[in-house]
């Protein structure tokens, strides 16, 4: 195994599995499709990489990170197929090699390659949608404008397909976890609802959808009430129509493809 490879020990870190006897590996250019993949990856490296690939608490970003874009396909399929030895990362053989294929296909297109399609929808249509019908700009920024709560999502695009864009708007099943409101309420009944930004075991910071910051002592407050899942509408995948969902797409990729390059965590290995 080459150099660049074994260097990458600790970027690849899923869930340990015991493995069988190993099948001679075909061409990873032979991929099932992304939808196959995307299961596969799911089922098997979101709960140390994230659904999106972009990192967790338990194992790091195989997205956006230098040293993982710059392998090859073959190299992503040999990593996956045969682990690396003495690490965190196991040998996923036992997959069989159309899951491995569409694994490493997917993290490809998780990557921003293998996208090749053209744009799904109008991104005139979808900036509409965005702003003022889907109400995304209440909660996300892009390109400078819109809400302080949620992730900015101007780079989005860059790391993620039409397929997943879509699907992680119109199936809340396919979000990576994001963080839930959380409501304050004050000794006299007031309440503020918003996103904790600093919290320990005495005082709580949350900032509402305005982008106004408040700064509570716990001792003052009557009651916390947190929200379970995400604050993300569920209803997206009814309420929008298959044109406007591919509309609102390509507005994404549009503003993907001429935002900066997405920044690299500070905390991310050189």
């Known amino acids: 195994m080459n150099k660049s490879i074994t260097a990458l020990a600790g970027l690849f870190l899923c869930v340990s599995v015991s493995f069988s006897q190993r099948q001679k590996p075909r061409s990873p250019g032979d991929d099932r499709s992304s939808s196959t993949g995307q299961q596969v990856f799911a089922s098997n490296c979101s709960g140390c990489h994230g659904l999106d690939g972009t990192g967790t608490q338990r194992a790091p970003n195989i997205v956006t990170s230098p040293q993982v874009q710059k392998l090859s396909a073959e190299e992503i399929h040999r990593i996956v197929f045969d682990g690396i030895a003495g690490t965190g990362m196991p040998a996923f053989r036992r997959l069989g090699e159309p899951e491995i294929r569409a694994v490493t296909s997917y993290l490809r297109i998780l990557q921003g390659k293998n996208e090749t399609s053209a744009l799904p929808g109008n991104p005139q249509n979808g900036k509409t949608i965005f702003f003022v019908v889907g109400g995304c700009s209440g909660c996300h920024m892009i390109a400078g404008k819109g809400g302080f709560i949620a992730p900015d999502l101007s780079t989005y695009a860059q790391t993620h397909s ?40 005495f005082s709580l910071q949350l900032q509402s959808t305005d982008g106004a910051f408040h700064f509570f002592s716990k001792a003052d407050l009557k009651a916390i009430e947190r929200a379970q899942g995400s604050m993300m509408p569920s209803d997206y995948g009814s309420k929008l129509s298959k044109t406007q969902l591919d509309d609102l797409v390509s507005y994404l990729l549009s503003v993907g493809k001429t935002a900066a390059s997405p920044r690299k965590p500070a905390n991310e290995d050189e």
Request: proline share 2%; net charge negative; hydrophobic share 30%.
């Open 162 to 201: 039409a397929d997943h864009i879509k699907s992680a708007i119109a199936d809340p099943t396919q979000r990576t976890a994001q963080q839930g409101l959380v409501t304050a309420v004050g000794t006299d009944g007031q309440r503020y609802e918003g996103i904790v930004r600093n919290e320990d075991n």
